[in-house]
């Protein structure tokens, strides 16, 4: 009894399921599918079919615009690796900026640290080519200070 009033149920199912489609243009212009239009518009049936489907969005560019269909699978495979390099390419100079970043603030405290000697008023020994050492006199301390600042103004920005 059960499977003939479920037989009985798909069957007339079926025959609503296959009511015709008709389309219209609405009064603010847009179009519309349905089985019932209002009373004077000018309709166009689709019979046998389903709903159209929804527009498909615009691509944002004119190259996947003149593709039509489905990725094939190299393609899903080509973009997937150029999505890859790219991101690695964008991984590395983010570590490349870091590490610029890095020696640029290393620079700055070590010209900062050689200017702070130099202004402190110690006397500043250095060695000379056959290993002797000497100290600066005023002059030469003078003119140590000056590139000194210079590498201050230079590295730390």
């Known amino acids: 009894m059960r499977k003939t009033l479920v037989v009985l149920l798909m069957t007339f199912a079926a025959g609503a399921a296959q009511a015709q489609i008709q389309c219209w243009t609405n009064k603010d212009g847009r179009r519309e599918c349905g089985d019932t239009p209002p009373p004077g518009a000018k309709v166009r049936e689709i019979s046998g079919a389903s709903a159209p489907a929804p527009a498909a969005p615009a691509a944002k560019d004119g190259a996947k615009s003149a593709k039509k269909g489905p990725l094939t699978p190299a393609e899903h495979e080509q973009a997937f690796r150029k999505r890859q390099i790219d991101s690695e390419k964008a991984r590395e100079k983010e570590d490349k900026e870091r590490a610029d970043t890095a020696a640029k603030a290393e620079n700055c405290a ?48």
């Open 110 to 157: 070590r010209a900062k640290e050689g200017l702070r000697a130099l202004q402190s008023g110690q006397r500043i020994a250095r060695t000379d080519e056959k290993g002797e050492r000497y100290y600066l006199d005023e002059a030469q301390s003078a003119a140590e200070a000056a590139k000194a600042q210079e590498m201050v103004s230079h590295w730390c920005k």
